[in-house]
């Protein structure tokens, strides 16, 4: 069985930064690329950022600049700095991952359950 866990959400001062964290457990045989979505309060669910396999990365507009998605192969551990933050930032930040599994030649996407980050002073 494969788990995503967040970790690092946490109340954060306007201009201020956290880091979040997604450490992937289980038994798969790959990590094909992975993301970081948000959901504030009465809003849908947003991307936030994602970063591929090679290294690529993407960014929602209203963090560009501000956050930086990152991953760790080795301890199969995604990272998102969030630098410069913003009261609009606070939502439940999710992680996901397309993971192969080793009961499977397919990818299947996979869900953390969330971590909150509030952004006030």
């Known amino acids: 069985q494969v788990q995503l866990v967040e970790s690092g959400g946490d109340l954060g001062q306007p201009g201020g930064s956290l880091r979040l964290s997604c450490a992937v457990s289980?038994?798969?045989?790959?990590?094909?690329?992975m993301g970081w979505y948000r959901r504030a309060p009465g809003k849908h669910r947003e991307s936030v950022a994602t970063?591929?396999?090679?290294?690529?990365?993407e960014y929602a507009d209203s963090v560009k600049g501000r956050f930086t998605v990152s991953r760790d192969n080795a301890r199969n551990t995604e990272y998102l700095q969030m630098n410069n933050l913003k009261p609009e930032d606070t939502a439940v930040y999710y992680c996901?991952?397309?993971?192969?599994?080793?009961?499977?030649?397919?990818?299947?996407?996979?869900w953390g359950q969330g971590t909150q980050v509030t952004v006030s002073s």
């Open positions: 996901n991952a397309w993971i192969v599994t080793k009961y499977s030649n397919t990818a299947s996407l996979f």
């Open positions: 289980g038994s798969f045989s790959s990590i094909v690329s």
């Open positions: 970063i591929d396999n090679d290294g690529s990365t």
